[in-house]
């Protein structure tokens, strides 16, 4: 078993603020979304193995608590592009020889990243 991809909900009309921070800070690669989904907005995203796919929730209500993590080369570039562009970074060593941090994307949704091996 592997794991296919991770949804997490973004508000309506929320994909330009959705690719400023997964496309331009994290990296990620938008990707074409089956053309029977598409009317339902959001937008679906890689990058290496990892998927991401954004989906619209009415009412939308951040996830606080339940996140995805990825693990990324260049964890501190990561960080350093996060807080110039204003989103919290918060580091954890509660794992010892694990780095990793918190943010939020601009909805309010909880997001771990930590660095690959």
């Given at each position: 078993m592997r794991l296919d991809h991770v949804q997490i909900?973004?508000?309506r009309d929320g994909e330009t603020?959705?690719?400023?921070?997964?496309?331009g800070l994290v990296g990620m690669e938008e990707i074409a979304?089956?053309?029977?989904?598409?009317?339902?907005?959001?937008l679906w995203l890689r990058r290496g193995e990892a998927e991401l796919h954004l989906?619209?929730?009415?009412?939308?209500?951040p996830a606080r608590k339940a996140h995805p993590c990825f693990?990324?080369?260049?964890?501190?570039?990561?960080?350093?592009?996060?807080?110039?562009?204003?989103?919290p970074v918060r580091p954890d060593d509660a794992?010892?020889?694990?780095?990793?941090?918190?943010?939020?994307?601009?909805f309010g949704n909880r997001?771990?990243?930590?660095?690959?091996?």
């Amino acid at each position: 078993m592997r794991l296919d991809h991770v949804q997490i909900a973004i508000p309506r009309d929320g994909e330009t603020l959705a690719r400023d921070f997964w496309i331009g800070l994290v990296g990620m690669e938008e990707i074409a979304k089956p053309e029977a989904l598409r009317p339902r907005g959001g937008l679906w995203l890689r990058r290496g193995e990892a998927e991401l796919h954004l989906g619209i929730e009415e009412p939308f209500a951040p996830a606080r608590k339940a996140h995805p993590c990825f693990a990324v080369a260049g964890l501190d570039a990561l960080a350093d592009r996060l807080r110039a562009a204003g989103h919290p970074v918060r580091p954890d060593d509660a794992i010892p020889g694990r780095a990793r941090f918190f943010t939020e994307d601009p909805f309010g949704n909880r997001v771990e990243f930590v660095a690959a091996p």
